[in-house]
């Protein structure tokens, strides 16, 4: 098999071509890569603030054919069309059973570890285990939880929809956990994959005035398309100031996306009093972010951290949206690039040039 691996932090990703993978076990499934998104979340790995040890292959936004499924699997069968999501639920736990699958205990507790449920992996180089980042997306095949899997109907492009495993996913938990009313002042901090996505799930919705904060004009222009009333250049303008003479005082709720600590005070600092700020936009995992404690508290502020959407309940919804026409992921993409090209790729999503870059295998 044929992968791109990180060998060191900061360091080009190296492609391998005699990588082993092994057959899935209980409750796995190997998928057949099609194609695979790039996320930030991936960079954050490759750049060690996201501390999974190498050797490591990354990629979690996975669309391909299931080759193979391991004992007890019943969802998916070999020969399926299938998107894979960033969360792999092992469906047992407490947080799995009572409805809230996207905050799985048992995966948290490998998450950051690169294995599989059972504290191992399944690829390997010359005998040692090579980890694997919430699937590991990036090579030929891969083995993942069959929970984290959705069939995809046979009309939907499954290259089109690679995306909905993260950005897709991430931005429907976002909403859903906001509870917009119809009408509802948004303000969306970040225009990359999630927070395009956070955009046209809001107007699906119902939201009303929908702010979205960049510092791109190209990705502002394209939040405009999808679906933003209005958008800010935090570069241009006071982004604060702004949000608050839209919204007469500020936004009924502010839609992290940043994910770093400008972009996180500027959402505590944009929303209304009584209003919520929800959280999605992931820093280094040691990151500190001061708040003015004495504001949020006095505002009556409610702060909402959200990890993603549940993969076997909300995956399919989005599926429909897509059927529908109220949510397009092809929006997001805006490169295809070979598995060898994989480090161009990586370079132009740090430079801000790029929103999703699709991987293909073949």
Known sequence: MKGAVLYK??????????????????????????????????????????????????????????????????RVKPGDRVVSAFIHPCGKCRNCISGHENLCETFSAVRLKGTMMDGTTRVRLDGKEVRTFLGGGFAEYAVVGENALTVVPPEVDLEKIAVLGCAGLTGYGAVNSAKIEPGESVAVIGVGGVGLSVIQLLKASGAGRIIAVGTKKWKLDRAIELGATDVVNSKETDPIKAIKQLTNGGADVVIEAGGNEETIKMAMDSVRIGGRVVLVGLPPVNAMIPFRVASIVRNGITIIGNYGGRPRIDMPRLLDLVRL???????????????EEINEAVKLLNQGEAIRSLIIPD
Not at 54 to 67: L, N
């Open 9 to 74: 932090y900061n360091e080009p990703l190296k492609i391998e071509d005699n990588l082993q993978i092994q057959s899935p076990k209980e409750g796995e499934v190997k998928v057949k890569i099609v194609a695979t998104g790039m996320c930030h979340s991936d960079i954050n790995v490759f750049e060690g603030k996201t501390p999974v040890p190498p050797p490591v292959i990354a990629g979690h936004e996975i669309a391909g054919i299931v080759e193979e499924v391991g004992p007890g699997v019943t």
């Open 325 to 339: 026409g109220k949510y397009d992921p092809s929006k997001l993409i805006t490169g295809r690039f070979k598995l």
